[in-house]
């Protein structure tokens, strides 16, 4: 049985399950980043402003998450 309190196993770059926060339909999370709720500019956020990694981006990724161009985010 799945326990949302219990820690979730964690890959290379991954975090938590716990740690993942999924947007919620009315809040103000920006679309381009769908398994994170990462807020719309302004203002300008980095990587280093946010405590996920390696979250999916689709585009237009309006913060730049996505230096890559492989569709993950702050991977590094």
Not at 34 to 59: E, G, I, K, Q
Request: aromatic fraction near 6%; glycine fraction near 10%.
């Amino acid at each position: 049985m799945w326990n949302p309190l219990a820690p979730a196993s964690t890959g290379p770059g991954s975090l938590p399950r716990s740690a993942v926060q999924r947007p919620v339909a009315g809040s103000r999370c920006d679309p381009s980043y769908p398994t994170v709720c990462v807020a719309p500019p302004p203002p300008d956020l980095d990587c280093r402003d946010l405590p996920y990694r390696n979250f999916r981006v689709l585009p237009p990724d309006p913060h730049h998450f996505d230096g890559g161009g492989d569709g993950r985010g702050c991977e590094t």
